[in-house]
């Protein structure tokens, strides 16, 4: 078996003077949701890797901004960077997320990262 | 919302907070109808994903970083800026593929430096080999 030979310099290259997520700007093309916008998370596999949580599975939530560009996590974790897209800031009602939430606190929101393609339309 | 989805996932979220790094019961090598899907489910996702999972409340302690806790940062960012990993693979090494019972049993610095070690031998710039030999060369200077 011959040895892989790993490309050292090419993140090095992308990334110096720049930096990481800014070197990812303008690849994503133009982004499926906007802000306001209501959506569901998929509930995709999450097997060898996700940094999408499984609580927010199935649970709709509001865009409230267009954060960055870049990999997926599940993509970047193995060094995959040619597929980049918008990760979206999404707002979640505490209540959706968890049943056993108090009433006294149904206003109570959660706000977290997630990138395009967890997102379809609620 | 999608209530069978959601229905899943806070199964899920109970089940996996039954996983904990104790011996409980034999499990070696079941059969595939002696695995249930909750189980499959429990066992193959990524052991860092742990929000929502029932747990009894730890106590806060105020920890200085230590001298090998700096090294092992400094070392682990080297071999970013040297192109060895990115830092989503060094997340996915250090916190998912040591698997749920090096996740919660090893300090986090820990998990850290077994990762940049094993990095490079997976990536093959050491041998396992070269790597033993050398840990117990430097275990010999304190015995």
């Not at chain 2, 990762?115 to 080999?129: E, G, P, R, S, Y």
């Given at each position: ?5 790993y490309?050292?310099?090419h ?12 070197c ?9 949701f906007?802000?306001g916008?209501?959506v569901?998370?998929?509930d995709?596999p999450d097997?060898f890797y996700?940094r999408t ?5 199935g649970?709709?939530?509001t865009v409230v901004?267009?954060v960055?560009e870049?990999?997926p996590a ?5 060094d ?8 979206y800031?999404?707002l979640f009602k505490q209540?959706?997320l968890w049943?056993e ?7 109570d ?6 990138p395009?393609?967890w997102?379809?339309?609620? | 919302?999608s209530e069978?989805?959601?229905?899943r ?6 089940y996996?907070g ?23 489910r429990?066992?193959?996702?990524p052991?860092?994903?742990?929000g ?7 106590q806060?302690?105020?920890k200085?970083?230590?001298i090998?806790?700096h090294?092992t940062?400094?070392t ?10 990115n830092?989503?693979?060094r997340r996915?090494?250090q916190?998912?593929?040591v698997g749920q019972?090096?996740?919660?049993g090893?300090p986090?610095y820990?998990r850290?430096?077994l990762t940049?070690a094993?990095?490079l031998?997976?990536?093959q710039f ?12 430097v275990?010999?200077r304190?015995?």
């Amino acid at each position: 078996m011959s040895k892989p030979h790993y490309d050292l310099e090419h993140h090095v290259k992308k990334a110096t003077g720049i930096g990481d997520p800014q070197c990812f700007k303008g690849e994503a093309g133009d982004p499926r949701f906007k802000v306001g916008d209501k959506v569901k998370i998929r509930d995709l596999p999450d097997v060898f890797y996700t940094r999408t949580q499984a609580y927010t599975r199935g649970c709709e939530a509001t865009v409230v901004r267009l954060v960055y560009e870049t990999p997926p996590a599940e993509d970047e974790a193995w060094d995959n960077t040619e597929n980049v897209e918008w990760m979206y800031s999404l707002l979640f009602k505490q209540k959706d997320l968890w049943p056993e939430y108090a009433d006294a606190f149904s206003q109570d929101t959660l706000e977290t990262e997630i990138p395009e393609h967890w997102l379809e339309p609620a | 919302m999608s209530e069978a989805t959601r229905k899943r996932v806070l199964n899920h979220l109970d089940y996996v907070g039954l996983l904990q790094p104790a011996i409980h019961t034999e499990t070696h090598a079941p059969s595939p109808d002696e695995v249930t899907n909750d189980q499959y489910r429990a066992y193959t996702r990524p052991s860092h994903d742990i929000g929502g999972e029932r747990d009894v409340s730890i106590q806060w302690e105020e920890k200085e970083e230590e001298i090998w806790e700096h090294n092992t940062f400094v070392t682990c960012e080297v071999l970013a800026w040297r192109g060895v990993w990115n830092a989503e693979e060094r997340r996915r090494r250090q916190n998912v593929d040591v698997g749920q019972t090096q996740y919660l049993g090893l300090p986090y610095y820990g998990r850290w430096l077994l990762t940049a070690a094993l990095i490079l031998v997976d990536k093959q710039f050491v041998t396992l080999t070269e790597l033993h030999e050398k840990i117990d060369e430097v275990s010999k200077r304190y015995e």
